[in-house]
């Protein structure tokens, strides 16, 4: 997640994907980028907001 900037499509299949994972598995996901610039990366605030909050629930985070 970072590499280039998701379109609204984008942002929203992968709004899709967190959610139906939310709670019923693992995910791994890496990103170059700080979860304070996933509004601009996203096009949406609100969507990326949503998004974090499913991820980081009970997220193990490994900076590096």
């Not at 609204?8 to 598995?25: P, T």
């Not at 980028?33 to 990366?41: A, I």
Request: glycine content about 10%; proline content about 3%; charged content about 15%.
């Amino acid at each position: 997640m970072g590499y280039l900037p998701l379109d609204g499509l984008g942002s929203n299949l992968f709004f899709q994907l967190i959610s139906a994972r939310y709670e019923k598995g693992s995910i791994i996901l890496t990103s170059n980028k700080s979860f304070g610039e996933w509004g601009e990366l996203m096009g949406d605030p609100v969507l990326a907001t949503a998004v974090l909050d499913r991820l980081l629930h009970h997220a193990h985070i490994i900076n590096i």
